[in-house]
């Protein structure tokens, strides 16, 4: 070990030797009067960028500098070598300044091999001279330092990193290459807190002025729970009932969603990205339907989406206002109402089979018995349409068309059996029937039943009387038409006072009888054959007569009336007529002696005036005579008179009073008949 210790000292001695000759030799080289001064020492430069080394020197007395230029690679013993001519430096150096005194080496495009010691070689009129102290330049690159996946809500650091230390530097920062010039700052650090999923991206930065050489690119990742969490429906326009329907869940997340849940209101109805709804019904428009959105970071709910489903008409029905007692005269209210989607557009009201109205409401004002039936709406949106179940339109009313039917309805005969029925049209039916004969209350009942029916009954006016809880009405009264045989069959003498032999009197016969009598027969009593038919009946003889009344029914006979006729006027009539045919006679021997004296007195007195002469002869047979063979023979009584005009003469002498009347004068004459008629 010793040897080896002597080995290296005389080592040690041999380098040091060596260095002191050759500083020795420099110094003597280039000498020692030049100062060399640098504005920096050392030099930070981005790779790529542009530097600038600024060298000066002091004039010297009796110095001319003839040139300067800048070298690298300072070695012992060589001569410096123009940075010019270096390898890898072509094109990129270029002198500045005076060139003597001041001397500046632009360099561009910076390398990282440019990273060395740059040196000042001074060329004098006497000597050259090479700088010892140099300027080391650095090159560096931008490195962003950024974690690679943060939560959101953290925090983060985004550093700006170079190996030396740039000059002043003014940091710029890009987020997906877009300058965020908000962040200008003289740090190399962002800080994001608390950081949120907005910040996730790709960032770089650069230093101003050198905009063009920014670092490497460097993505944040931020994991964040889902957000933004939407559905969307398909199809996105009307939905139909029974169409299929599809529900897709979209949202926001870092990681990516792991879960999705399906929710209809509050109940869980599926999983997955997508929920499809087939043959949707109307039961699911209006439903609110969400998504729930799950990763590892946490969860979120989207907001609810609610499915309008179109479909026609359904649950129709029709509700009646007032839903009580609906009285004629008062005003209804049929409402129509559904369910549809879209609204109903269209009512249609029917009753029974006819269309009535058209709107949601129907009213009928002051509704009538005729308004009473079913009724039912119909619903029609653009989709479909539904009628309604039919509603019974129950109209209260009091009774009308009151009316009496008569069984048996032809004939009612005498001791049969008549039943009158009322009928009529009322709401709520009828609950009380009064009968009436005239204005008598004869019965109850809607039936009124009249036994062993009498001719007193026949002509008698019945009607009925229906009430029931809104009112009452009457029948018109019906007659009714009893059919019975005669009765109180009676006989009428004319004339009622004495009756003249030989004369005629006339009996009728009267009776009570339904139909009317047909046949009326005459009989006298103690004879057994009639004597005449007819209601009247002309008696010539006296005796006892009666008559017999008959119609289809039946028949009676009257009791026997007596007819007597009186002689002793039977004389005086025959005695009055003998007069009277006398007084006739003599009438007309008068009018002739008055004719012939006028014909001789006309000449010679002409003033002499006659009235006229009347003479009125009236012959009365007061009885017809018989034409029964076997009546007895009867005098004839002629009756006559005459009245005689009083005349005037033109004598003053026999000129009777103003006031005197006319004579009349009667004569009956009476004329017996002996065999044959006169």
């Known amino acids: 070990w010793f040897l080896n210790l002597c080995r290296r000292m005389m080592f040690l001695q041999t380098a040091s030797l060596l ?58 013993g060589e001569m410096p070598r123009n940075l010019r001519n270096e390898s890898g430096y072509s094109g990129r150096v270029e002198y500045l300044g005076d060139k003597q005194i001041h001397s500046s080496l632009r360099l561009s495009d910076v390398k990282k091999t440019d990273e060395k010691k740059y040196y000042l070689r001074i060329i004098s009129n006497k000597d050259k001279w090479a700088d010892t102290t140099g300027v080391t330049l650095t090159v560096t690159d931008l490195q962003l330092i950024a974690p690679a996946e943060v939560t959101e809500g953290q925090s983060a650091v985004l550093t700006c990193k170079t190996t030396c230390n740039l000059t002043d530097p003014t940091f710029i920062w890009y987020k997906n290459s877009r300058d965020l010039t908000t962040n200008t ?88 990205k997508i929920y499809t709804i087939s043959n ?15 990763n590892k970071v946490g969860h979120q709910n989207s907001s609810s989406v609610t499915l309008n489903v179109l479909y026609p008409p359904k649950n129709v029905s029709v509700s009646i206002s007032p839903s009580l007692e609906i009285v004629e005269g008062s005003s209804v209210t049929l409402t129509c109402s559904s369910d549809a989607n879209p609204p109903v557009e269209n009512y249609t009201w029917f009753k029974e089979m006819t269309s009535v109205g058209e709107e949601k409401v129907y009213t009928t004002s002051k509704i ?42 032809l004939e009612i005969v005498e001791g049969s059996s008549v039943t009158l029925t009322c009928s009529s049209d009322a709401n709520p039916p009828v609950v009380n029937y009064t009968w009436f004969k005239e204005m008598t209350s004869v019965g109850e009942g809607k039936i009124y039943t009249i036994s062993n029916i009498t001719s007193e009954d026949s002509g008698e006016e019945y009607k009925c009387k229906c009430s029931n809880e809104v009112g009452h009405h009457n029948s018109s009264s019906v007659t009714l038409n009893v059919l019975y045989s005669p009765k109180n069959v009676s006989v009428s003498i004319s ?53 017999q009344a008959q119609n289809k029914h039946g028949s009676d006979r009257s009791a026997a009336v007596p007819v007597t006729l009186n002689w002793f006027q039977r004389i005086v009539v025959y005695a009055g007529f003998g007069v009277l045919v006398f007084v006739c006679i003599c009438l007309i021997i008068t009018c002739f002696l008055v004719r012939k004296k006028k014909r001789i007195d006309s000449v010679a007195d002409q003033s002499l005036k ?42 003053p002498a026999v000129k009777a009073s103003a006031s005197e009347e006319d004579e009349v004068q009667y004569a009956s004459v009476r004329f017996t008949h002996t065999g044959a008629d006169y």
């Open 368 to 409: 009538t018995s005729e308004d009473s039936g079913e009724y039912k709406c119909k619903c029609s949106n653009k989709v479909g349409h539904q009628n309604s179940s039919s509603v019974t339109l129950n109209v209260l009313y009091p009774p009308k068309n009151v009316s009496v039917s008569i069984s048996p309805p």
């Open 185 to 272: 700052t003289k740090s190399n650090e962002v800080h994001l807190q608390p950081v949120s999923s907005e910040d996730a991206g790709s960032y770089s930065c650069a230093v101003r002025g050198y905009e063009r050489l920014p670092s490497p690119a460097r993505t944040l990742r931020v994991r964040y729970s889902p957000k933004n969490v939407s559905v969307s429906i398909s199809p996105s326009g009307e939905i139909v009932e029974d169409s299929s329907v599809t529900l897709t869940c979209s949202s926001d997340a870092n990681p990516p969603v792991e879960i999705y849940t399906w929710f209809k209101g509050t109940t869980s109805v599926g999983e997955g």
């Open 610 to 651: 006659q009235d006229d002469f009347s003479t009125n002869i009236v012959e009365t047979n007061p009885i017809d005579r018989p034409s029964d063979s076997d009546s007895s023979e009867q005098d004839e009584v002629l009756y006559a008179s005459i009245v005689h005009k009083k005349t005037t003469d033109s004598s």
């Open 19 to 76: 260095c002191l000759i050759s500083l020795f030799m420099i110094t003597g080289a280039f000498g020692n009067i030049w100062t060399v001064t640098y504005s920096q020492e050392h030099l930070c430069a981005l790779n790529g960028s542009t530097v600038f080394m600024n060298g000066s020197c002091q004039d010297q007395e009796g110095y001319t500098v003839t040139e300067t230029f800048w070298y690298i690679n300072r070695v012992d």
């Open 280 to 294: 949707i019904t109307s039961e699911d428009s209006g439903e609110e339907y969400k998504c729930k959105c799950s």
């Open 495 to 547: 004339p009622s006072g004495e009756i003249l032999e030989g004369s005629s009197v006339i009996l009728t016969c009267s009776s009570d009888a339904n139909p009317p009598v047909e046949i009326y027969t005459w009989f006298k009593v103690n004879e057994s054959s009639a004597v005449g038919s007819g209601q009247s009946y002309r008696a010539l003889q006296s005796g006892q007569y009666y008559c």
